[in-house]
């Protein structure tokens, strides 16, 4: 827990208060999900699987959800970049979460092994 909360407390504002509600938002979703660490990043867990990461981006500085199945996940806001499983939604920590479309997202997530198509 230590290193979970030393990741948001060492991102400057106003990525921190954007990954604390992005964090917030998918706690909601469901509550067999559970959050730890894996490559130095939130990862969050639906049972025992990886279902998706926050992270920031190197580039632009803004956090983002990283789908684990995003494969199978046909959003028109999510992108594959050069990633072949995963997929990322960016969030602009700015502006107002749109809070329906990552709500969107992570329940088509969570779908995916709910159903049994992505095994827990």
Known sequence: MQELNQFY???????RSCLLALKHIIFQQGAEIRETVK????????????????????KTKYPYLLMVEGKHLDHPELETGT???????????????????????????????R???ISC
């Open 9 to 15: 407390l060492t991102q400057d504002e106003p990525n």
């Open 115 to 117: 159903n049994g198509k």
């Open 39 to 58: 490559y130095g990043m939130p990862c969050f867990c639906y049972k025992t699987k990886a279902f998706c990461y926050l992270w920031t981006d190197k």
């Open 83 to 113: 990633r072949s499983r995963m997929k990322t939604f960016t969030v602009n920590p700015m502006e107002d979460l749109p809070l329906e479309t990552i709500q969107t997202i992570l329940n088509t997530a969570l779908d995916l092994y």
